[in-house]
T-cell receptor, first 110, second 112 residues
Framework: DAKTTQPTSMDCAEGRAANLPCNHS???????VYWYRQIHSQGPQYIIH???NNETNEMASLIITEDRKSSTLILPHATLRDTAVYYC???????????FGKGTMLLVSP | DAGVIQSPRHEVTEMGQEVTLRCKPI?????LFWYRQTMMRGLELLIY????????DSGMPEDRFSAKMPNASFSTLKIQPSEPRDSAVYFC??????????FGPGTRLTVT
């Protein structure tokens, strides 16, 4: 699986959009970009995934650059409950396992 | 659906004792994963099953660790004998066709 690079930590004000970047410059054509998050003392939670088109669901939006070498997870209106570690993971199509890095610690403040 | 269920939520045991962690995956899911999380090493995959068959156990740290999945609705992770360095949070996750994984709440294991 391609290696990902994320900032160690980010801050966001409650109600504002949180934009979490991820670099995956060695991504292959058959690799998807997945985002998970882990709220303190809970198990990781799936957020969203995509191949090359932008994706949106009830939790977030995923913007993937045209060359697919980077992506941004967008939480449109961050709340205090969005404080968590966010993991960007690149995974081969059809491959079952996930390899978690260190992620980005997002702190949402009032 | 109740989600992935793990028991116990907390386990404190003495070094040398046998520890058994339990997991009930989401009904209908065909993949089951066991992970371990520590501050030093982060979240690591230990083993995973597909249709109750172990597929990859390369992440199991040593022979003291074993995992079984006797049926589609139950799996165990056993440590015998336990050591202080096994202290960690152990997560079970399940998925359908290996796509999104749904994690349980974890078991916090402390070995003294």
């Amino acid at each position: 699986d391609a290696k990902t690079t994320q900032p160690t930590s980010m801050d966001c004000a409650e109600g504002r959009a949180a934009n979490l970047p991820c670099n995956h410059s060695t991504i292959s054509g058959n690799e998807y970009v997945y985002w998970y998050r882990q709220i303190h003392s809970q198990g990781p939670q799936y957020i969203i995934h995509g191949l090359k088109n932008n994706e949106t669901n009830e939790m977030a939006s995923l913007i993937i650059t045209e060359d697919r070498k980077s992506s941004t997870l967008i939480l449109p209106h961050a709340t205090l409950r969005d404080t968590a570690v966010y993991y960007c993971i690149v995974r081969v199509t059809g491959y079952s396992t996930l390899t978690f890095g260190k992620g980005t610690m997002l702190l949402v403040s009032p | 659906d109740a989600g992935v269920i793990q028991s116990p939520r907390h386990e404190v045991t003495e070094m040398g004792q046998e520890v058994t962690l339990r997991c009930k995956p989401i009904s209908g899911h065909d993949y089951l994963f066991w992970y371990r999380q520590t501050m030093m090493r982060g979240l690591e995959l230990l083993i995973y099953f597909n249709n109750n068959v172990p597929i990859d156990d390369s992440g199991m740290p040593e022979d003291r660790f074993s995992a079984k999945m006797p049926n589609a609705s139950f799996s165990t992770l056993k440590i015998q004998p336990s050591e202080p360095r096994d202290s960690a949070v152990y997560f079970c996750a399940s998925s359908l066709k290996g796509v999104e994984q749904y994690f349980g709440p974890g078991t916090r294991l402390t070995v003294t």
